[in-house]
């Protein structure tokens, strides 16, 4: 059978025919303004429910020439990413804005989610963890509205709300040891502003222990591979450390995985921490301990940023720094 026409979206002036208003009552009706009566707002609701009537909220936001769009970029691969996108779409719908997600995956850069977001009208860009140059975010942020989730950077133009990375993996450092680890290890992130920042809280929170003799920077990355990789440089090495602090929750799940692959049993024979409390570590046979950054705060300090920038006119850049916190569970224990 030939498929039949395909039915057309249900429009204003459907609406109105089928109540016998005008088009200018019914739009009065929908948006909630005053004139037409309870009656008259009874038919015209339930005609509009009944032909499955849906206002078309882009074109009626070009007609004031504001989209309310965020732009949100994130990777895709990341839970701690899809976390804040989930309440950064709830603290912008609180402020009346709609949220627009353009990803990273690992054949589109950020440099394309961020064209998709412009080349959709987004209002202000929140990029979370960008990798981009400084110079090259301050050009954006020339542009448009941008705060930067995440990432230390300084910037005449930027906002940045973040957590003081360094002192949420000091903070592990000084858990461990606390446990009575000495022989504790650290699985660097790479070359970014967010692997420095952690690597340096490690090696402080080692010094401040007089462990220096104990620091070891194992090569990792930000992925569960990266995590793998390392569990094999360590089983096959000739000193395995008592604990691990890791870059992030993805690497501690790789190294986890690992571990328990051989045959070793954590936190009996090694503890492990991660970074950034996402949704996999908080899932009940991984029970990680881990450092949370709180993303929901994150999200409402981004979206706030923004709207005082699109609503209220401001101009001078902020930065929002937060205190992590050290949550432990089942993957630490004495040495």
């Known amino acids: 059978m030939a498929p039949g026409p395909r039915r057309r979206r249900p429009r204003l002036e459907d609406v109105a025919a089928e109540v016998g208003v005008s088009t200018g009552t019914v739009s009065l009706v929908l948006n909630g303004a005053p004139g037409p009566s309870a009656a008259t707002r009874d038919r015209v609701l339930a005609a509009a429910a009944e032909i499955g009537y849906r206002a078309d909220r882009t074109a009626a936001r070009l007609a004031r020439r504001r989209t309310q769009l965020l732009g949100v970029m ?22 009346g804005y709609d949220v627009l997600l353009s990803s990273i995956t690992p054949t589109r850069d ?28 301050d050009a954006l942020g020339e542009q448009l509205p941008v705060v930067v989730v995440g990432r230390r950077l300084r910037s005449s133009s930027l906002d940045v709300v973040r957590s003081a990375d360094d002192v949420g993996v000091a903070a592990a450092v000084e858990h461990l040891a606390g446990l009575g680890h000495h022989d504790i290890a650290f699985v660097d992130g790479g070359r970014g502003t967010i692997a420095t920042d952690r690597r340096a809280g490690y090696l402080r ?31 096959t090495g000739e000193r395995l450390p008592s604990a691990v602090a890791t870059f992030n929750d993805r690497v501690a799940l790789g190294l986890l995985g690992g571990l328990v692959r051989a045959g070793l049993s954590v936190p009996e024979d090694v503890s492990l921490v991660g970074y950034d409390d996402s949704p ?9 301990t881990t450092v949370s950054q709180d993303t929901r705060l994150q999200a409402e300090s981004a979206v706030r940023a923004a709207l005082e920038r ?18 432990v569970r089942r ?5």
Do not use: I, K, N, Y
């Open 310 to 327: 699109l609503d209220h006119g401001r101009t001078t850049p902020s930065e929002v720094v937060l205190d992590p916190r050290l949550v």
């Open 331 to 335: 993957t630490t224990g004495p040495v």
């Open 205 to 235: 929170g080692m010094r401040r222990r007089g462990l220096e003799r104990h620091v070891r920077v194992l090569t990792g990355g930000e992925t569960e591979q990266a995590g793998a990789r390392v569990a094999d440089e360590l089983l």
């Open 74 to 95: 994130l990777d895709v691969r990341s839970t701690f990413h899809a976390d804040l996108a989930a309440h950064l779409q709830d603290a912008a719908e609180t402020a």
């Open 110 to 137: 950020s440099r394309r989610a961020v064209e998709t977001l412009l080349d959709s009208r987004c209002e202000a860009l929140v990029l979370l963890g960008p990798d981009e140059s400084t110079s090259r975010l």
């Open 280 to 288: 996999s570590a908080r899932l009940p046979h991984v029970d990680l």
